[in-house]
């Protein structure tokens, strides 16, 4: 019995302790579209896009989308079959539709701009070890650029025309450096080709580096841009300790992806010319290969010559969702009530362990949804809140199966403590099998169905698992312990007065 305590209260600690440490932080489960309002778009692309342009146009998208505020997690999916994919986007909270519909209609805009000044990350200047570099940026003939700037020092928004302060990220996000670049002096549509490569011919040298092919719109204007990233010296020294201005940074749509360094062994008189270039991007393991390719696609697609257009446009009320949100949560709580009425009436003493087991699965559900929410951004819809409602009748169902083996037993002759435990070994295998049915329809509708559907069959997935972890670490010590209480063989009100032996 002492084990069976032990292992209820982690249980109950779990359930009930997480939820309330998850509320007591602020800490919900993120609503869908349906139940908190915004704006949903269908944008259509044209029949057979590359699906790695389309990979490309959704981290453009989300970019842009994170940036007008007020979407925490918007929902971008490719939708359709291989021959005609789409973008569904999904922008919870989103109240200005015009603004919306401005950042969806965009197209990525990829540009190669010469580096004018470098400042650390907390604002202080690089360039001051070096000198400015006149041949990328003339500072007695041109006015010092001065675009409107946020918080941070960074340029709002950027405009690939004028001169901007952006920020270079690391692969967490942090700020590691801010660059002034220039106008734009290259656009993605000079860019022919571009292939990820494992150069090197020992395993000392080797590494993956992006091989750039220009076309002939491009061609002129790259060497040129190298010609006098080239020049940049620090002091007029000839040894290469990397001057600022002698990176030239790829700019997509206002992120710089990336800002390598000319080589030094580039003369200044004549730059990278022929049509050619390489990109090093250092490293021979997985992180560096991912790194080459996802610049590989960048490079070819960044100016997107796709024309995703707006198809469909639904807008969600706040105050619709809020209604359908209401009325979820009150259909829910009727149907709780009901089935707990029910359970305490026929089941007595055992209704209470089925009752407390509800609000147990409920916390853990809910905990379920709250951490997949901020780890991976899975917002809570209204087909998902009636997949929660399913799973509460499935979750009842275990009780009943495990409740009626056990007075199937008693009303055998097995004494109280072989009755609860054999009962429990016959109702699981039951159980599982019944909640494998349930998981294997889950994942079918979940592969095989469209958007909405698949919020249903996520959440009746979710329940699922979480209903054959409740029966057994929950169900069957709390009647384990019952069993050995008055509650087990004391009255109408106990475990045999229920079975009526």
């Not at 440490?21 to 269908?42: C, H, K, Q, T």
């Not at 990336?258 to 997985?286: F, L, N, Q, W």
């Not at 809910?366 to 509460?392: E, K, M, N, Q």
Request: glycine content about 12%; aromatic content about 6%.
């Amino acid at each position: 019995m002492r084990r069976s305590i032990i292992r209820l209260a982690i249980i109950l600690v779990i359930a009930w302790g997480g939820i309330a440490y998850s509320f007591s932080n602020g800490s919900y489960p993120l609503l869908g579209l349906d139940l908190r309002g915004g704006v949903e778009a269908l944008l259509t692309s044209p029949p057979g896009t590359d699906p790695d342009v389309l990979d490309v146009a959704v981290d453009v998208l989300r970019a842009r989308i994170e940036g007008i505020g007020n979407v925490q997690e918007p929902e971008i999916t490719v939708v359709g079959d291989s021959d005609n994919l789409d973008v569904l986007v999904q922008l919870p909270g989103v109240e200005n539709l015009d603004e919306a519909l401005n950042v969806l209609g965009q197209t990525g805009q990829l540009s190669f701009r010469a580096v004018y000044d470098e400042r650390l990350a907390d604002g202080s200047s690089a360039v001051d070890t070096f000198g400015p570099c006149p041949a990328v940026y003339d500072v007695d003939s041109q006015p010092f650029p001065t675009p409107p700037v946020d918080a941070e020092g960074f340029t709002t928004p950027d405009d690939p025309d004028q001169a901007a302060w952006l920020p270079v990220h690391d692969d967490t996000g942090a700020v590691t450096a801010q660059y002034l670049v220039g106008p734009a002096q290259l656009m993605g549509t000079g860019i022919g080709d571009a292939l990820a490569q494992l150069q090197g011919n020992s395993a000392a040298d080797a590494g993956w580096s992006v091989s750039l092919t220009l076309n002939s719109e491009g061609e002129g204007a790259f060497t040129q841009l190298t010609k006098d990233a080239a020049t940049c010296l620090p002091n007029g020294l000839s040894s290469i300790i990397v001057h600022p201005s002698r990176r030239i940074a790829i700019v997509l749509d206002g992120e710089i992806l990336t800002a390598p360094p000319v080589a030094a062994s580039v003369d200044p008189a004549i730059g990278i010319s022929g049509g050619r270039a390489s990109i090093g991007i250092g490293g021979t393991d997985d992180a560096a290969a991912a790194e080459a390719a996802q610049l590989t696609i960048v490079l070819r697609y960044g100016a997107l010559p796709i024309s995703l257009e707006v198809g469909n446009v639904e807008k969600v009320s706040a105050t619709l969702g809020a209604d359908s949100l209401q009325s979820a949560i009150t259909a829910g709580i009727i149907g709780l009530a009901i089935v707990a009425i029910v359970l305490l009436a026929y089941y007595r003493s055992l209704g209470v362990v089925a009752v407390v087991g509800l609000t147990v699965f409920g916390s853990l559900l809910i905990l379920s949804y709250t951490l997949l929410g901020s780890v991976r951004g899975l917002s809570l819809t209204l087909a998902g809140v009636t997949g929660i409602v399913v799973s509460v009748g499935i979750t009842a169902d275990s009780y009943i199966v495990y409740f009626e083996r056990i007075k199937e037993e008693l009303r055998g002759g097995a004494p109280m403590y072989a009755a609860v435990t054999e009962g429990f070994k016959k109702a699981y295998r039951t159980i599982l099998t019944a909640d494998f049915v349930s998981l294997m329809g889950a994942f079918l509708l979940y592969t095989l169905a469209v958007d909405r559907v698949k919020g249903f069959a996520l959440a009746l997935g979710v329940a699922t698992i979480l209903d054959l972890i409740v029966a057994r670490w929950f169900t069957r010590h709390a009647v384990r312990i019952m069993s050995e209480t008055k509650l087990g063989d004391g009255g109408a009100f106990s475990i045999r007065g229920f079975a009526g032996k």
